[in-house]
């Protein structure tokens, strides 16, 4: 730390991205939860003939990428914010929604940058425990005071909430503000946006950056009635006015016309997670019910940061987390039929060297 660094941000924890490797012929990567899939073709010859000069700002409004999401889900483009990934928008969500009155309720194993927004803006926070199997009671949020964050499905367990249950939390308290983060929602699990024209106090944040193929377009965006969406655009031209580059719109748009594209390559995957976590519990691991593109696995032969080590050493890139009640974990990517069957042949001959 520099001695210029302000004071405000001295115990700032800052998140930690999944590895990147530079060589990445030397890894099959099942450690970010991106795509193996490129976009669609279809997309990029659409952003190629689309895309507005890059001579010029991109547009702030994002209008016609805007256009589309809302018709993608039938809400009014003015229930919709278009941000450089979902992170952006829940980090807009911290801004705005968050203060001295209202921490941030989140569940002690969730996504990581919770914590790092909530220290970024000053807000503090208070962590829900998930109960013994991991699941999330949303009973165990009534009558706390606070702007509740739930990612559903949750990361890294995989494990979905049905629609009913964010209602219910909904409806508990409609002075409160929810925000389902819905990154993983396209592959089994039920989304919430459907609800967002009955409740003023609900925000859903998807992304571009896993069914879509495009994490490294940076694109997400929020839906929520239009006066949170108002109050989240005051936090966007506050700060950064252009924050979805128009390379990025036009291919995003792209996408959204290819909507079929999507959908098989998230039936691919469904089934390529089905196919593991046979194999994975076949081989004597745990695995947590997965409505994502990832799965959370343990196993009593093999510790979580040994397995993670071990497989990286063979080629195969995990995530294993330090947190206490999750480090016998590792999350993994549902990536191809031909990376999922290398863990598994990996993983068997691994079991097999330790008897
Ligand atoms: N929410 C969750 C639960 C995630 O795991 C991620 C991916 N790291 C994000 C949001 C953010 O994804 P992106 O910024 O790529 O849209």
Redesign the pocket.
């Known amino acids: 730390m520099s001695r210029f660094f302000s004071k405000k941000y001295s115990g700032l924890e800052p998140y930690v991205p999944g590895e990147q490797p530079s060589d990445m012929s030397r890894y099959i990567k099942l450690n970010?939860?991106e795509s193996p899939f490129p976009p669609s073709p279809k997309a990029l010859a659409y952003a190629a003939q689309n895309t507005r000069p890059q001579n010029l700002y991109s547009d702030p409004e994002s209008a016609l990428l805007t256009k589309a999401l809302a018709d993608t889900y039938g809400v009014k483009p003015r229930m919709v914010l278009a941000t450089n990934?979902?992170?952006?928008i829940?980090n807009f969500a911290f801004m705005a929604f968050c203060d001295e009155d209202n921490p941030a309720l989140f569940a002690d194993i969730t996504?990581g940058?919770y914590p790092v927004f909530a220290g970024l803006n000053a807000v503090p926070y208070e962590l829900i425990p998930l109960r013994e199997d991991f699941s999330l009671c949303v009973d165990d949020y009534f009558g706390k005071k606070g702007t509740v964050f739930i990612?559903n499905p949750n990361?890294p367990t995989g494990m979905p909430l049905p629609v009913s249950e964010i209602r219910r939390l909904l409806e508990a308290d409609r002075n409160r503000i929810v925000v389902v983060?819905e990154?993983?929602v396209d592959f089994g699990t039920e989304s919430s946006v459907g609800l967002v024209k009955e409740f003023d106090n609900l925000l859903v944040?998807q992304?571009?950056?896993k069914s879509r193929s495009f994490?490294g377009g940076?694109l997400?965006y929020g839906i929520a009635c239009e006066a949170l969406i108002a109050d989240l655009n005051t936090i966007k031209y506050s700060t950064n006015p252009y924050n979805v580059n128009s390379m990025t719109s036009a291919l995003g748009i792209g996408i959204l016309t290819d909507g079929e594209y999507t959908r098989a390559n998230c039936r691919t995957i469904m089934e390529n997670r089905e196919f593991t976590v046979r194999g994975l519990e076949a081989l004597g691991f745990r695995v947590l019910p997965s409505g994502a593109n990832f799965i959370f696995a343990s196993s009593d032969r093999i510790e979580g940061g040994e397995y993670y080590r071990s497989l990286k050493d063979r080629g195969i890139l995990v995530r294993h987390f330090d947190k206490e009640r999750i480090s016998n974990w590792c999350r993994i990517t549902i990536g191809t039929k031909e990376s999922m069957q290398a863990l598994l042949d990996t993983t068997r001959t691994l079991l097999e060297e330790k008897r």
């Open positions: 970010t939860n990934g979902s992170d952006e829940l996504y940058f990612a990361a983060d990154a993983y944040c992304t571009f950056s994490a940076r997400g």
